[in-house]
């Protein structure tokens, strides 16, 4: 289960950030992180993750969202740009197989929000 250690990377940015910042961890709201579908990451078990090493540091009442991002292709026969569909990689328009993946291996944290109370 890799999503365990990307969820303590994940809480370990966070709070460094939040710690950098002189930002109380109660006053952290949400995480949003982005998640690219070639990532093969199960968002259930991510959240199930960071909830638990979250909770283990301080953020009691955070919010986790995670955004799947498809597989991104881009053709070099014909140009299109496609999204895959269940890893089927070959253009759509001409069938070339010999493709560049543009978007899906994604794995960043988008947004930390902060409430201003």
């Given at each position: 289960?890799?999503?365990?250690?990307?969820?303590?990377?994940?809480?370990?940015?966070?709070?460094?950030?939040?710690?950098?910042?002189?930002?109380?961890?109660?006053?952290?709201?949400?995480?949003?992180?982005?998640?690219?579908?070639?990532?093969?990451?199960?968002?259930?078990s991510?959240?199930?993750?960071?909830?638990?090493?979250?909770?283990?540091?301080?953020?009691?009442?955070?919010?986790?969202?995670?955004?799947?991002?498809?597989?991104?292709?881009?053709?070099?026969?014909?140009?299109?740009?496609?999204?895959?569909?269940?890893?089927?990689?070959?253009c759509?328009?001409?069938?070339?197989?010999?493709?560049i993946?543009?978007?899906?291996?994604e794995?960043?944290i988008?947004?930390?929000?902060?409430?201003?109370?």
């Open positions: 289960m890799h999503e365990l250690s990307l969820a303590s990377n994940i809480i370990n940015i966070v709070s460094s950030e939040l710690k950098k910042r002189s930002i109380s961890f109660n006053k952290l709201k949400t995480v949003k992180i982005i998640v690219g579908r070639l990532m093969q990451v199960v968002p259930d991510l959240l199930y993750a960071l909830e638990i090493t979250g909770k283990e540091i301080g953020f009691y009442d955070t919010a986790y969202e995670i955004n799947i991002k498809p597989v991104e292709i881009k053709c070099p026969n014909c140009g299109i740009q496609f999204t895959a569909e269940k890893f089927d990689m070959r759509p328009d001409c069938g070339c197989l010999d493709v993946i543009a978007g899906g291996r794995f960043l988008d947004k930390i929000i902060i409430n201003d109370d």
